[in-house]
């Protein structure tokens, strides 16, 4: 038997294409878990996370069964030490732009241009440069693909580990084949936590939110940094799940999650921003918060 390929996808995008999808309109819950919808019958919500291509199935596959709560420890013992690479955060945004998978040149987007589009949109409708900035960096974590590691603990709906998991998470199913559905303490309500702990206390899937938070922590303002940190955990900032590991201040700042997630979902297109012409505003707003070489 062939072992599974760590690159089910056939380029990131593939999942994020996937989460837009499901929640197409801004606000809402995923597709499958709206309950009334006048138009169509609830069973065609029911199957649409079965229906999407098997790639994406065969990611989210990989990822419930792998990602348990010690391999969120060891990938934190290893990458939070930050000792790979110094670089600016211009020069992170190149390597990550090296990322070679199966996107099509001619009508896609560079991983640059990705960045700089969610940016720019956000700089357009006048938000603080703090914030343009944010859209700038939030998915520099994707370099983690370049040092090796799989899809899997890279992108997905990050979902809280040590705990029970939420039947609104997508493919929910798939975690009978995580190691963790067999350890009691970790399938309470609570598992680990306690009640209204907060998320910082939490440990959520290992993946590139995690990563960029880590990386600029002590530099930039909190709002940026719940972005950066939450910004692919739909369960929480969509669904509405684990509300009962949050304090009020987790969900006074998921405002500022759920405001990104806009520009993160809805703000692709097709029009190329010119990489060369941007470059001096973003080096400016680099230097403004995050100057020199970064620990990565
Ligand atoms: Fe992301």
């Given at each position: 038997m062939t072992a599974p390929s760590n690159k089910p996808l056939a380029n990131l995008d593939e999942w994020e294409d996937f989460v837009k999808d499901r929640y197409d309109e801004p606000g809402l819950p995923a597709k499958e878990f709206r309950?009334?919808?006048?138009?169509?019958?609830k069973e065609e919500f029911r199957n649409y996370a079965a229906d999407a291509r098997p790639s994406v199935r065969e990611f989210y596959r990989l990822n419930h069964h792998y990602q348990t709560y010690d391999f969120v420890q060891a990938k934190k013992a290893d990458f939070l030490k930050h000792d790979r690479r110094k670089m600016t955060v211009w020069e992170a945004a190149e390597y990550l732009n090296t990322l070679v998978d199966d996107s099509d040149p001619d009508t896609d987007l560079s991983q640059l241009q990705h960045l700089l589009q969610t940016a720019e949109q956000i700089r357009k409708d006048g938000h603080p440069r703090w914030f343009i900035l944010t859209g700038f960096i939030h998915?520099?974590?994707?370099?983690l693909c370049l040092w090796g590691e799989p899809q899997w603990a890279v992108v997905g709906d990050t979902f809280p580990v040590g705990c029970a998991y939420s039947d609104k998470i997508v493919f929910s199913d798939f975690f009978k084949d995580n190691p963790d559905s067999n350890v009691p303490r970790f399938q309470t309500e609570l598992g680990v936590y306690e009640r209204n702990c907060g998320l910082n206390k939490v440990h959520l899937s290992w993946g590139h939110d995690e990563y960029i938070y880590d990386v600029v922590k002590d530099r930039m303002p909190e709002e940026g940094l719940y972005m950066l940190r939450y910004h692919s955990f739909y369960p929480g900032h969509r669904e509405g799940e684990y509300d009962y590991l949050m304090n009020d201040h987790d969900r006074e700042m998921f405002k500022w999650v759920r405001e990104f997630n806009q520009y993160d979902l809805y703000t692709k297109s097709h029009e190329k921003p010119d990489v060369a012409k941007l470059k001096p505003f973003y080096d400016d707003l680099i230097n403004e918060f995050l100057p020199g070489k970064l620990s990565w």
């Open positions: 309950a009334i919808d006048p138009e169509k019958k998915d520099l974590g994707k370099i």
